[in-house]
């Protein structure tokens, strides 16, 4: 198990230095939510080099580790905060905290603790303490690292009542952080439309979001999505782990795809 550890941390370096390289980039976090892929793409200007995050609610505080590791090496010009209206995982804790609900302890830690004591009775309003705890979350581990003025971070909130999306395909895709937009990805990979999506650079860092997304959403498809053989021996390293750790069902159908871009 150590050895496994050792051999994802030194990977996920190499995976810093190959994307990050000399371009300094924006970053994107958002929800792992299905149907927020255009407005996601939408974010993206042209002309600029980017990285996507993204994981159950936009939860700074579960990514806070890759997120350090990435401005560490200097590769971050722009944080963009993508969290939306009608989010599944501010549900979670809603029922969590008003309706005591009971759920795992990995997700009552990475997601539903830090809203405890805070004050809303609305779903909208939890949404809304979401939106400034997850920019406050991002202002507060920039100046810990003390790049808060270096770093420009921009919150913007999708309305999903006002999108077009895809019918939702019942998968889920994991991967390192991706840097294609997901029109571009779609072209490539068809079935993947309507798919949630866990971008992380510490897949371990993901175990709720699984459990999230193979348990309470029900999602019993799994792709893996990587650019090389090692990124694919990886990700599979961490889905065996995950299985025997009863983070993922083995009733879970997984299968890999190569990105292509
Ligand atoms: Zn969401």
Redesign the pocket.
């Known amino acids: 198990m150590r050895d496994q550890v050792n051999s994802a941390f030194l990977y996920d370096e190499k995976w810093i230095f190959r994307i990050i390289m000399n371009d300094k980039m924006n970053l994107i976090i958002s ?3 299905y149907r927020i892929q255009d407005a996601i793409d939408d974010a993206i200007d042209d002309d600029e080099k980017f990285v996507i995050m993204r994981n ?2 936009a939860n700074v505080k579960e990514l806070r580790n890759s997120i350090v590791r990435m401005i560490k090496q200097g590769g971050v010009k722009r944080i963009k905060l993508m969290p ?1 209206s009608d ?3 501010m549900k979670i804790v809603y029922s969590a905290l008003k309706e005591n609900k009971h759920y795992d302890a990995v997700i009552y830690e990475s997601l539903v603790e830090q809203f405890n004591g805070k004050n809303f009775n609305s779903l909208k309003e939890l949404e809304i303490i979401n939106r400034a705890m997850q920019y406050d979350n991002i202002k507060g581990l920039l100046d810990e690292n003390d790049v808060g003025k270096s770093i420009e971070v921009e919150s913007i909130f999708v309305n999903t009542e006002k999108l077009r999306y895809y019918q939702r395909n019942g998968s889920f895709v994991l991967s390192f952080p991706v840097s294609a937009k997901y029109s571009d990805l779609f072209n490539k990979i068809g079935k993947i439309r309507g798919s949630y999506f866990l971008h992380s650079l510490d897949i371990d860092d993901l175990a709720a979001d699984m459990i999230i997304a193979n348990k309470l959403v029900g999602l019993k498809k799994l792709f893996l999505l990587y650019a090389n053989e090692e990124e694919k021996e990886t990700l599979n390293e961490h889905i065996e782990s995950m299985k025997k750790r009863d983070i993922l069902g083995n009733d879970i159908a997984v299968e890999m795809l190569q990105n292509g871009l």
């Open positions: 929800c792992m939510d159950a609610g939306h989010c599944a995982a």
